[in-house]
RNA sequence: GGCCCCAUCGUCUAGCGGUCUAGGACGUCGCCCUUUCACGGCGAAAACACGGGUUCGAUUCCCGUUGGGGUCACCA
């Protein structure tokens, strides 16, 4: 069996074909079949630079692999022309002469007197057109009975044939339109499951007809529910985050994105936190929802947290290095790095996405004497100033710079005192990270060092 | 407007005639844990759109209403 994702290149991979990719790679990996890529690039004028790169780089990173290699529709013109050729001969489809004044005039007809249009074009039945005269070629679409599609998603769906007009196969240039290049390359390309958004539920009957015309395999069809904005409509620009890889800027993992699309509009009992493989295994089209399903941020976010939390340290110190070079202004050295690298396992504790990470991290980057947040000054104002030198005095007597070392030290000061131990750690974590949440305290001590972190207080005691 | 599709907590969903005083997750609100922030734990509020059938029995099946959505090009 073969499925295939065919996204037309806007300049992003939109959301909702990210799911609908995601869709066609599990159920083929699921059933052991090929998942291809066809890049849908006949409206040349509507493809901006570096459109099909940019579904490649989104496809990629979401580790979509698409097996042989992409098939981009444009170049398969001429075969596309030459089955409509083909099917004229054989006389499944017409010229038609009718210009674009005449249709017009029909559909505002039609519209005056609130009724449906119809095409009915007079050349259905004649073929004496002038030939030197530019000419469409449509399809002869049964006009009586009804079809049925056993659709794996919306269930059986039957359309009239009088509902269906003679959709034009090639243009008066001699272009393939839409409709007729699908259903080449969907043969050509051996679709056995055709999964797409349920946008194109109509078109499905369009495409059956030409290719019951055709004489050739019908594949199954799966049309899924479109994703939605928050507000229930049609997900679009105004709803922001459109972009699989607007997500990816937003500090989301692959993998987070993965399992939050997998969720939207597909279930499996209880389960949430899903991970590739086990999709694999799980997924199958019975378990896909008819009812578009919103876009939930909040969700999102919360999975991602989740995966991050669960992410290789290696990993998220090479993923957040450039972000925080980035609000340095300047390159993190091996040193830092190495730094960074160690605080991870506390620093991702307490993310939501990569941005905040790198957010969080920047303290441990600061060159002294470190800027100082408003709560953060807040929290060494006077009473403070002098528990903090205290603190100072019984870390540095600490003969062993450790985390549990240094935690000892402090309560004991605290508990001599007769104070919590908030009472001196937040007036510790303003001046050791500028700021009145971080890491735990003693984490941050341990990591800092002993010169650093008594530096950072000595700036506080001046 | 024609045609087609859809309808369980705010959101994503489980449910495939009795197990439903409807389960889980996110979010929200309490409490606990606690050096902050997160995490985590415990608990709470929160839904079968409505009306008819069918049936001994409907969230589950059928019809209608209402409400959403999709689609009606020589775009894809």
């Not at 941005?355 to 980057?365: D, R, V």
């Amino acid at each position: 069996m073969v499925t295939r994702f065919a996204p037309s290149p806007t300049g992003y991979l939109h959301i909702g074909g990210a799911r609908t990719a995601l869709f066609n790679f599990l159920y083929a990996r699921h059933h052991g079949g090929a998942f291809k890529l066809r890049i849908e690039d006949t409206d040349r004028a509507r493809m901006p630079e570096g459109a099909t790169e940019a579904i490649f780089d989104a496809l990629r990173w979401l580790g979509l692999d698409w097996d042989g290699d992409a098939i981009f529709q444009f170049a398969r013109a001429k075969r596309h022309a030459e089955v409509a050729r083909e099917l004229l001969a054989k006389g499944g489809a017409y010229r038609c002469w009718m210009t674009a004044e005449q249709l017009a005039a029909g559909r505002a007809q039609a519209e005056a007197e609130r009724r449906p249009f119809r095409l009915s074009s007079p050349w259905r039945d004649r073929d004496d057109g002038p030939a030197d005269v530019p000419h469409v070629i449509r399809l002869r679409a049964p006009r009586e009975g009804a079809v049925t599609i056993d659709d794996q998603v919306q269930g059986a769906v039957t359309v009239q044939n009088a509902e269906l007009d003679d959709m034009v196969l090639l243009r008066s240039d001699g272009t393939p339109t839409y409709m007729l290049a699908v259903v080449v390359d969907d043969h050509d390309m051996a679709v056995t499951h055709v999964i797409r958004g349920d946008d194109h539920l109509n078109n499905a009957f369009r495409q059956l007809a030409l290719i019951r015309a055709l004489g050739w395999d019908e594949p199954v069809y799966a049309h899924v529910p479109l994703i939605h904005g928050p507000d229930g409509a049609k997900l679009s620009k105004r709803h922001g985050a459109i972009g699989a890889e607007t997500y990816r800027d937003m500090g989301i993992l692959p993998e987070a994105l993965e399992n939050y699309l997998l969720r939207l509009g597909w279930g499996h009992g209880d389960d949430e936190i899903i991970s590739r493989a086990q999709a694999i295994e799980w997924f199958d089209l019975d378990g896909v929802g008819r009812a578009p399903a919103r876009l939930d941020a909040k969700k999102l976010e919360n999975i991602n947290g989740h995966y991050l939390r669960a992410a290789d340290d290696r990993r998220l110190a090479e993923l957040t290095a450039p972000l925080i070079a980035a609000a340095l202004a300047r390159d993190l050295d091996a040193a830092e790095r190495d730094l960074l690298l160690r605080s991870m396992p506390d620093l991702k504790a307490r993310a939501k996405d990569l941005n905040e990470l790198a957010a969080s991290s920047l303290f441990l980057f600061r060159t002294r004497p470190i800027p100082l947040d408003e709560r953060a000054q807040k929290l060494l104002e006077p009473p403070a100033s002098d528990l903090l030198s205290q603190a100072r005095g019984a870390l540095a007597a600490s003969t062993d710079w450790s985390g549990p070392a240094l935690e000892a030290a402090v309560r004991e000061l605290a508990e001599r005192l007769g104070l919590g131990l908030g009472k001196i750690a937040q007036p510790l974590r303003a001046a050791l990270t500028g700021s009145s949440t971080s890491p735990g305290i003693f984490d941050v001590l341990a990591v800092l060092g002993r010169d650093e972190s008594l530096g950072r207080i000595d700036d506080q005691l001046r």
